[in-house]
């Protein structure tokens, strides 16, 4: 009878193994931190020995058929964890899989380089994050002072706190960078560029950087990169924070947050208000002070987010800011009486939709209406300029998975701009634009340690009625391998575009300055590529080696005739192209810690053979923390290379170097949080300009104090 019944269980076995074999099982969970809770994008999920697998998605949530026997295991690993090991026939239910952490590593997610949540590390593009909540960045006032640091990035600042900033990326000028802030368009298009003194930090949690051309997936204005402000997600429960900061020259910042997250729904508003003297001293005498550079600032920001069925989120944002500022100009045409006022509001609602793998729909709609009123009451040439300019703007998309290994997206976006202006008139511009994106991963959830390839290709067409049609092509590749350590090798080639600014194109022709309606659009063209290594000895450390060879034709500059009138044309090709190095170390515990960035860049005229204006050939950066009971300390220090300033190169700015040191501590007191910060800037008072006839202040001191709940 034993041999019967041996016989029969042996039997049921090999019955088992057979129609898992055939038909497989299917596996599903959810894989968390054990400490945070937080989901795990990217963990491994693989059937031993040689069976299937998957990776799991940005809630950490995987499903596939698996196709081993039943006496096979379920192994699930991420990198800086303990990996997990199951029996695959004991799965019946949802897995709800918890890991633990046995290192701190850098497990930073993206969303701009794919157009959904990534590992960093895994996409096949050069980017970075900057984390604004980091002690480093606490008292920073705009977005220009968060990105100064940044690899590749050059802030062209026009006089301290108050000054324009506008942003380049790897040689590509302020006009060819784009910036979004939750997927909406913050480029004017009335200049093309940003003043990213007009934006404070207020309800942003993380600033994505993307460098190199992404004109296939975002269109004009991207040659360069793009600049991705990600807005504040409050945690469960309500929270408040109450900060104030006091500095040199008269600064004073006043900010007041509120958030609340329950299980369906989470929602912040917040406050912001800086005031400023500007009257910083002048030179190394520092006996003259800095004329009408006083301003003040005052910000809004409103966001909510939920579900309002299983399938269906939205999410609802408004921001608005308003500036009023002395405009000084340069010191070499002062204007002692000359005021600008400024006034945005921006409003978007977005939707997503996810009724299957096939259909994931996402919508999002905006509206921004932007005022600039500029007066100068010289009594020689005054000047009252207006500008109202109206940006309405939709996108629908979808995304389908097609096959576990295979993702397709696909999309359109209208955007309709009207500019009311003294200057220039009532011109109108119509933006439509129809995109295609596939994610191909041809061995997703094989076995952990074994290359993963993901070919990325994508194709953008856009028109415009005033500047033509493009189209944008772009393919990427990406190759990764983790196990203990991680490798994460990437290359692109695409082309780009800029379509010429309202101002560029319909400036009326007068005896100084004139538009030219005949200008084409800037086209560009790059290849790039790059390593990131990943692994622990004695901490935590991050590698980054990336080289970039660009070219815009038909570049858009400003030049003067015979008569000294100013009109833009298509005058220059340039060649770009430049190597950089990033290198980061954490400490086990987080400690200490340090990230050095160096850039080195070369950006010339294609015909001349000179080099571009305000194109610095080296860029390095250093920031570290040390992280003690009751203190942390953090200093920085950055050396930027001399700038020529004109196009013949025969004049230049020197380079420069500034340190910065900061001291905090963090007070508990209950449920209150208290932290205090105090910061000097520019410690060995080093006078400069990064733009000829526009100086930077000296040594500045900035206080900060932060209460939570």
């Given at each position: 009878?034993?041999?019967?019944?041996?016989?029969?269980?042996?039997?049921?076995?090999?019955?088992?193994?057979?129609?898992?074999?055939?038909?497989?099982?299917?596996?599903?969970?959810?894989?968390?931190?054990?400490?945070?809770?937080?989901?795990?994008?990217?963990?491994?999920?693989?059937?031993?020995?040689?069976?299937?697998?998957?990776?799991?998605?940005?809630?950490?949530?995987?499903?596939?058929?698996?196709?081993?026997?039943?006496?096979?295991?379920?192994?699930?690993?991420?990198?800086?964890?303990?990996?997990?090991?199951?029996?695959?026939?004991?799965?019946?239910?949802?897995?709800?899989?918890?890991?633990?952490?046995?290192?701190?590593?850098?497990?930073?997610?993206?969303?701009?380089?794919?157009?959904?949540?990534?590992?960093?590390?895994?996409?096949?593009?050069?980017?970075?994050?900057?984390?604004?909540?980091?002690?480093?960045?606490?008292?920073?006032?705009?977005?220009?002072?968060?990105?100064?640091?940044?690899?590749?990035?050059?802030?062209?600042?026009?006089?301290?706190?108050?000054?324009?900033?506008?942003?380049?990326?790897?040689?590509?000028?302020?006009?060819?960078?784009?910036?979004?802030?939750?997927?909406?368009?913050?480029?004017?298009?009335?200049?093309?560029?940003?003043?990213?003194?007009?934006?404070?930090?207020?309800?942003?949690?993380?600033?994505?950087?993307?460098?190199?051309?992404?004109?296939?997936?975002?269109?004009?204005?991207?040659?360069?990169?793009?600049?991705?402000?990600?807005?504040?997600?409050?945690?469960?429960?309500?929270?408040?924070?109450?900060?104030?900061?006091?500095?040199?020259?008269?600064?004073?910042?006043?900010?007041?947050?509120?958030?609340?997250?329950?299980?369906?729904?989470?929602?912040?508003?917040?406050?912001?208000?800086?005031?400023?003297?500007?009257?910083?001293?002048?030179?190394?005498?520092?006996?003259?002070?800095?004329?009408?550079?006083?301003?003040?600032?005052?910000?809004?920001?409103?966001?909510?987010?939920?579900?309002?069925r299983d399938d269906l989120s939205v999410q609802l944002l408004h921001r608005r800011n308003r500036l009023e500022q002395g405009v000084p100009g340069s010191l070499h045409f002062l204007s002692d009486d000359a005021q600008q006022k400024d006034s945005n509001h921006l409003t978007s609602a977005a939707l997503e939709w996810n009724l299957s793998p096939l259909l994931q729909f996402a919508a999002q709609f905006s509206a921004e209406r932007r005022d600039q009123r500029y007066d100068d009451p010289d009594p020689f040439f005054p000047i009252a300029s207006r500008h109202h300019v109206a940006s309405d703007f939709g996108s629908l998309q979808n995304r389908a998975k097609l096959h576990q290994t295979f993702d397709l997206l696909i999309g359109g976006e209208i955007g309709h701009y009207r500019l009311t202006s003294t200057d220039l008139g009532k011109p109108e511009r119509t933006q439509r634009s129809a995109f295609l994106q596939a994610e191909w991963q041809p061995f997703l959830g094989t076995r952990p340690g074994r290359w993963q390839i993901k070919v990325m290709p994508s194709l953008r067409y856009d028109d415009y009625p005033d500047a033509?049609?493009?189209?944008?092509?772009?393919?990427?590749?990406?190759?990764?391998?983790?196990?203990?350590?991680?490798?994460?090798?990437?290359?692109?080639?695409?082309?780009?575009?800029?379509?010429?600014?309202?101002?560029?194109?319909?400036?009326?022709?007068?005896?100084?300055?004139?538009?030219?309606?005949?200008?084409?659009?800037?086209?560009?063209?790059?290849?790039?590529?790059?390593?990131?290594?990943?692994?622990?000895?004695?901490?935590?450390?991050?590698?980054?080696?990336?080289?970039?060879?660009?070219?815009?034709?038909?570049?858009?500059?400003?030049?003067?005739?015979?008569?000294?009138?100013?009109?833009?044309?298509?005058?220059?090709?340039?060649?770009?192209?430049?190597?950089?190095?990033?290198?980061?170390?954490?400490?086990?515990?987080?400690?200490?810690?340090?990230?050095?960035?160096?850039?080195?860049?070369?950006?010339?005229?294609?015909?001349?053979?000179?080099?571009?204006?305000?194109?610095?050939?080296?860029?390095?950066?250093?920031?570290?923390?040390?992280?003690?009971?009751?203190?942390?300390?953090?200093?920085?220090?950055?050396?930027?290379?001399?700038?020529?300033?004109?196009?013949?190169?025969?004049?230049?700015?020197?380079?420069?170097?500034?340190?910065?040191?900061?001291?905090?501590?963090?007070?508990?007191?209950?449920?209150?949080?208290?932290?205090?910060?105090?910061?000097?800037?520019?410690?060995?008072?080093?006078?400069?300009?990064?733009?000829?006839?526009?100086?930077?202040?000296?040594?500045?001191?900035?206080?900060?104090?932060?209460?939570?709940?």
């Amino acid at each position: 009878m034993s041999k019967r019944f041996f016989c029969g269980a042996a039997g049921v076995l090999l019955l088992a193994n057979l129609a898992m074999a055939q038909n497989g099982k299917i596996i599903r969970g959810q894989i968390t931190d054990s400490q945070t809770g937080k989901p795990l994008l990217g963990a491994n999920i693989f059937v031993m020995p040689n069976g299937s697998g998957a990776i799991s998605d940005t809630q950490g949530r995987f499903r596939f058929k698996a196709s081993g026997s039943a006496a096979d295991s379920l192994r699930i690993s991420f990198m800086g964890y303990r990996p997990c090991t199951l029996a695959l026939a004991e799965i019946q239910d949802e897995l709800n899989i918890k890991l633990e952490a046995t290192t701190l590593l850098f497990a930073e997610t993206v969303v701009t380089a794919t157009r959904q949540s990534s590992l960093r590390a895994g996409v096949p593009s050069a980017t970075e994050l900057v984390e604004i909540n980091s002690p480093q960045n606490l008292a920073r006032q705009n977005l220009g002072e968060a990105l100064s640091q940044s690899q590749s990035v050059f802030v062209k600042e026009y006089g301290g706190v108050n000054g324009l900033k506008t942003i380049n990326v790897r040689g590509a000028g302020e006009g060819q960078v784009l910036v979004l802030t939750d997927g909406v368009r913050l480029n004017n298009p009335q200049s093309g560029s940003v003043d990213a003194s007009l934006f404070s930090l207020v309800g942003i949690d993380k600033i994505e950087i993307l460098r190199g051309n992404a004109s296939a997936q975002y269109g004009s204005e991207a040659i360069g990169g793009v600049i991705h402000l990600r807005s504040l997600q409050p945690a469960a429960g309500f929270s408040s924070a109450i900060q104030t900061s006091g500095g040199s020259f008269g600064a004073f910042n006043s900010r007041v947050q509120l958030g609340y997250g329950s299980a369906k729904w989470r929602g912040a508003v917040a406050l912001d208000r800086l005031v400023s003297d500007g009257d910083f001293p002048i030179g190394d005498a520092g006996k003259i002070k800095r004329q009408n550079n006083s301003s003040q600032r005052r910000e809004i920001f409103a966001r909510l987010s939920g579900n309002l069925r299983d399938d269906l989120s939205v999410q609802l944002l408004h921001r608005r800011n308003r500036l009023e500022q002395g405009v000084p100009g340069s010191l070499h045409f002062l204007s002692d009486d000359a005021q600008q006022k400024d006034s945005n509001h921006l409003t978007s609602a977005a939707l997503e939709w996810n009724l299957s793998p096939l259909l994931q729909f996402a919508a999002q709609f905006s509206a921004e209406r932007r005022d600039q009123r500029y007066d100068d009451p010289d009594p020689f040439f005054p000047i009252a300029s207006r500008h109202h300019v109206a940006s309405d703007f939709g996108s629908l998309q979808n995304r389908a998975k097609l096959h576990q290994t295979f993702d397709l997206l696909i999309g359109g976006e209208i955007g309709h701009y009207r500019l009311t202006s003294t200057d220039l008139g009532k011109p109108e511009r119509t933006q439509r634009s129809a995109f295609l994106q596939a994610e191909w991963q041809p061995f997703l959830g094989t076995r952990p340690g074994r290359w993963q390839i993901k070919v990325m290709p994508s194709l953008r067409y856009d028109d415009y009625p005033d500047a033509g049609h493009r189209a944008s092509p772009k393919l990427a590749l990406g190759l990764n391998r983790q196990s203990t350590t991680r490798l994460h090798v990437h290359g692109s080639f695409g082309k780009s575009f800029r379509v010429p600014s309202m101002n560029d194109l319909f400036w009326p022709a007068g005896p100084f300055v004139a538009g030219n309606p005949s200008l084409l659009p800037e086209r560009g063209r790059e290849v790039e590529g790059g390593v990131l290594y990943e692994f622990s000895a004695a901490g935590n450390w991050q590698l980054e080696l990336a080289g970039f060879n660009s070219k815009i034709e038909d570049l858009i500059v400003w030049i003067s005739d015979a008569n000294f009138r100013y009109s833009p044309v298509n005058l220059e090709n340039a060649k770009i192209s430049g190597v950089e190095l990033s290198a980061a170390w954490r400490s086990n515990g987080d400690r200490l810690g340090w990230r050095a960035n160096y850039t080195r860049l070369s950006a010339k005229n294609e015909a001349s053979g000179k080099n571009l204006v305000y194109r610095p050939a080296e860029k390095f950066d250093l920031l570290a923390n040390l992280n003690l009971r009751c203190f942390t300390l953090g200093g920085s220090f950055q050396f930027t290379g001399k700038r020529f300033i004109n196009a013949d190169n025969s004049r230049s700015l020197p380079g420069y170097r500034v340190t910065n040191f900061a001291l905090s501590r963090k007070i508990l007191f209950g449920e209150f949080n208290t932290l205090l910060h105090v910061e000097m800037r520019n410690v060995f008072d080093r006078h400069f300009s990064i733009i000829d006839g526009y100086p930077l202040p000296g040594r500045e001191w900035r206080a900060t104090l932060r209460l939570g709940i």
